[in-house]
């Protein structure tokens, strides 16, 4: 079983569309989690860190369920330009400086 | 300032050739990782450097591969007598001691093995 796992999808979605993603992980004593956002044939950006708490930004809600080991990642009003795959990432457990990387989910935003 | 620096952006060599990859970190950015990312997959984590620690060589898939930085500075990963599964793209990342661990990707390097 992968570490991180997500639907690879494509997600096809009409601008504007609300649009979420689950990613599961298998250590349950992992410590950090993020996703982060990778376009065509480009590098991995950090979009952003998802807490406990969850946390939202402009258009994007991540959440954290510990219990069911699951991370969510909600757009909001989907635009174009949010066309990319976004990329689940979790921190092992006594290891802060590794990053486990998902698979990836691709979204691809239609006018 | 400036970003993740990576040198070449395309290789292509014949296999059983050697190659040598270049990773410039962000000035000041202490920790420095090297990735493979095969077409359609995730990131697989290769090495991790930090400051003058001994490495983190756990992700080297073999002896074929191995890395170098000198104290804080240019990283170089060295694939020996390259095989067609070596064919992926390298990226090289960066992140500050402090804080979060918050990594910066640089462009990476798009190695293709005949």
């Known amino acids: 079983r992968k570490e991180v796992e997500q639907d690879p999808g494509p997600f096809n979605v009409p601008e504007g569309a609300t649009v979420a993603f689950n990613c599961t992980y298998s250590n349950s004593a992992s410590q950090s989690f993020f996703w982060y956002r990778q376009d065509c044939r480009k590098e991995p950006k950090l979009l952003m860190s998802v807490y406990s708490s969850g946390n939202e930004d402009g258009r994007f809600t991540a959440q954290l369920n510990r219990a069911s080991q699951y991370i969510s990642l909600l757009i909001r009003d989907s635009k174009l330009s949010d066309s990319a795959t976004y990329l689940c990432v979790v921190t092992p457990a006594g290891s802060s400086y590794k990053l486990i990387f998902g698979s990836g989910t691709r979204l691809l935003v239609r006018p | 300032g400036a970003g993740v620096s990576q040198s070449p952006s395309n290789k292509v060599t014949e296999k059983g050739k050697d190659v040598e990859l270049r990773c410039d970190p962000i000035s000041g950015h202490t920790a420095l990782y090297w990735y493979r990312q095969r077409l359609g997959q995730g990131l697989e984590f290769l090495i991790y450097f930090q400051g003058n620690s001994a490495p983190d060589k756990s992700g080297l898939p073999s002896d074929r591969f191995s890395a170098e930085r000198t104290g804080e500075s240019v990283s170089t990963l060295t694939i020996q007598r390259t095989q067609q599964e070596d064919s992926a793209v390298y990226l090289c990342?960066?992140?500050?001691?402090?804080?979060?661990?918050?990594?910066?990707f640089g462009a990476g390097t798009r190695l293709s093995v005949l």
């Open positions: 990342a960066s992140s500050p001691r402090t804080g979060p661990n918050i990594q910066y």
